[in-house]
C-alpha cells in the first residue's frame, strides 16, 4: 500500500517526509501496534537510533521476551541474520 502526502502538507506541518514517517512509527509504538524492531524498521532507523529517538522523547519502551522473539522471526524472514 501507499499513501501519497502532498508535498505542500509536508511544508504546512515543516516536516519531511522522513520525518513524518518517524512520527506515525513513534505513534504506533506508543500505541503497543509496532514492536520496537516493527517501529524502527518502518522509521527507516536501526533500533538503537530509534531507541534514542524514543528517549529524547521520554516515551518509555515496552519490550517483553514475546516481542524479542518477534523481532527475530521478522530479521530472519528478512534475512538479516
Not at 506541518?13 to 506508543?30: C, G, K, P, Y
Not at 517483553?64 to 518477534?70: G, R, W
Request: hydrophobic residues 45%.
Amino acid at each position: 500500500m501507499s499513501v501519497t502526502i502532498p508535498d505542500e502538507v509536508l511544508h504546512k506541518i515543516q516536516m519531511s517526509d522522513a520525518e513524518l514517517v518517524q512520527e506515525i512509527a513513534i505513534m504506533l509504538f506508543q500505541q503497543e501496534r509496532f514492536t520496537l524492531g516493527q517501529a524502527s524498521y518502518f522509521a527507516n532507523m536501526n533500533q538503537l537510533e530509534f531507541q534514542r529517538l524514543l528517549a529524547s522523547r521520554k516515551i518509555p519502551l515496552h519490550y517483553d521476551i514475546v516481542e524479542l522473539k518477534e523481532d527475530v522471526k521478522s530479521l530472519e524472514a528478512n534475512n538479516w541474520q
